[in-house]
Every structure is written in C-alpha cells, then in structure tokens.
C-alpha cells in the first residue's frame, strides 16, 4: 500500500464517531494510513454520497451502504461490516427507571411517559414502526421529539427535554446526566449493524480498501466493545 498524500476523506453517522475516532488514530499510528471523518447525522451523510459529494470512506447502517452501491455510489464489494448495535432505553439521571425487562413492560412504560424521543437513525425509524405495530402511535404522537439529525438523543435526555429516551447504545451509555436502563427486550430488539465502504469517486481506493481492513481486524475488537459496540 501506498500512503495517501493527504488524509482520506470519510464521512459516518453520529452513532461511530468515537469508535471511528480512535480505531483512526490507530491505523494511522500502526501504517500511516490517514483519514479525517466527518460525523453527521445519518440520514445526512447517506444524502451527501447520494448526491456525488467527494469522499474516499463511508460509513453507515449496513442496509443504507447496500442502497448507496445499488446508486453507485460506493465501490461494489467494498463493504465491510465492522460493528453491531442494540437500542438501548434511557432516562434523564436521578429519575425513576421504569421497567424494560418485557415487552408489556415497555409499551406501558411508553405510554406513561410524558416525553419520548428517539433519532432519525435506524433506532429511530424501527421504534415508530414498533410504536404503529402496537397500535399506540396516534395516542403518543404528541409527546414525541425527534432529534435532529446529528444531534444525540441523549443530549436532549440530560437536557430534560425527553423523560425516556431510545437510540443505539453506543451513543446513551456513558454520557453525563443520562442513565442508561438497559436494552430492549429481545422480543423486540432491533440490531443495526454499522458498514464501512469506498465510494465510487475515491482516488484512493487502495489505502482505502486497507483501511477498512484494518479497522475490521481482531485486534480492534476491545476498541468497539468499550465505544458500545460489539464486532460485526
């Protein structure tokens, strides 16, 4: 492989902007392979790459990945499935944590929440179909804040703008003013795995394709794990 003349270009959702942040860092420390990653919200970052914006590296939802190769937007068989993450369920700290152990338990927890929020990720497109499939989605419509693409449910958890909070577990766990309950029930569970890819303009597909390699090695599984993922 040859290095890059300048960092490669990559663009992900908000939910690995840690974990991608230091297995970065790594690669560039172990073969000298850069990259600078911008994060965003996921529904925005699949919009840049469908609309031709240069960047070497995407990540996203593995179903968002396989849309933007069927577009040509990424190289096809360039994707690598790198990490995995459940919806976790939170709750502003200090306040009363309800019961998520089943899914009765959930659904009555929901509709005695005086605000629910979820993203406009994958987390958050399952959870108001979830909400429709029990047939609840009128009733609670008018609590209901959606954050801003980019902007973490957790933040407006801690804010106490939302009393019970859903996304993925990587971006509720460990943040300051938030507790973190537990994930869904496996009965209702929604696990989203998070892709890498090279886009279709990149000029740096080599160093590209070997960074994604090494971002997927076992060496890197402790890195995801400790971000709230766990290896693809």
Known sequence: MTRAPSPLAGISSMAMRQVLAELAARCERETGIRVAIESVGGVVAAKRIAAGEYFDIVWLASDVIDKLAAGGRVVAGSCVDLMRSDIWVAVRAGALRPDVASEEAVRDAVREAKTLGY??????????????????ADEIAPRIVQALPGVPVGALIARGEIALGFQQRSEIVGLDGVDAIGPLPAA????????????????HVENARALLTFMASAENHEVMRRHGMEPA
């Open 119 to 136: 993203s406009t990720g994958p987390s958050g497109v399952y959870l108001a179909e979830l909400f429709e499939r029990w047939g609840i």
């Open 188 to 203: 209702i569970q929604k696990t989203t795995v998070f892709s890498g890819a090279v886009c279709a303009a990149s000029m």
